[in-house]
C-alpha cells in the first residue's frame, strides 16, 4: 500500500455516492483499492433523515479498524446534518474505505458523499 504523490497528477475526476444505509449493516460508500494508484479526497458527506423520528447514523474510515467522523449522530426528523464538507475534506489513501451504518432501526437516512479521485 503506497501514498501516491498528489503533486504532479495526471487527472482528478468527480465522484458521487447516493445511498441509504440500513440497520446494523455496513456500506462501503468509496472504496480506494490498496494498489489504485489513486487518492480519494472526500470533499462532503450529507445526511438527510427522511423519517418522522430521530435517526441514528455513523460513518468512518475503515483502514484496517474502524476511525469514526459520526459515531451514532442523531438526526432530527425530517432534516438534513452536513458530517464533512469541503473546510474539512479529508483523504482516503491506498486501501482505505468511507463506510456508514444506520444505528437506529426502521429508520430512513440517504446519504451522499461528494469526492475527487486524484491519479498519480
Do not use: Q
Amino acid at each position: 500500500m503506497a501514498n501516491p504523490n498528489i503533486v504532479n497528477v495526471s487527472a482528478i475526476y468527480g465522484g458521487r455516492f447516493t445511498g441509504s444505509p440500513s440497520f446494523g449493516t455496513t456500506t462501503t460508500m468509496v472504496s480506494n483499492s490498496s494498489s489504485s494508484g489513486m487518492i480519494y479526497k472526500i470533499n462532503t458527506v450529507t445526511v438527510a433523515n427522511r423519517s418522522a423520528t430521530d435517526s441514528g447514523v455513523s460513518v468512518w474510515i475503515y483502514n484496517g479498524a474502524d476511525y469514526y467522523i459520526a459515531y451514532e449522530l442523531a438526526v432530527p426528523p425530517n432534516a438534513s446534518l452536513v458530517i464533512l464538507d469541503k473546510n474539512s475534506s479529508l483523504y482516503l489513501i491506498e486501501g482505505d474505505s468511507l463506510r456508514a451504518t444506520l444505528t437506529t432501526n426502521g429508520n430512513a437516512i440517504d446519504i451522499i458523499v461528494s469526492y475527487d479521485t486524484i491519479n498519480d
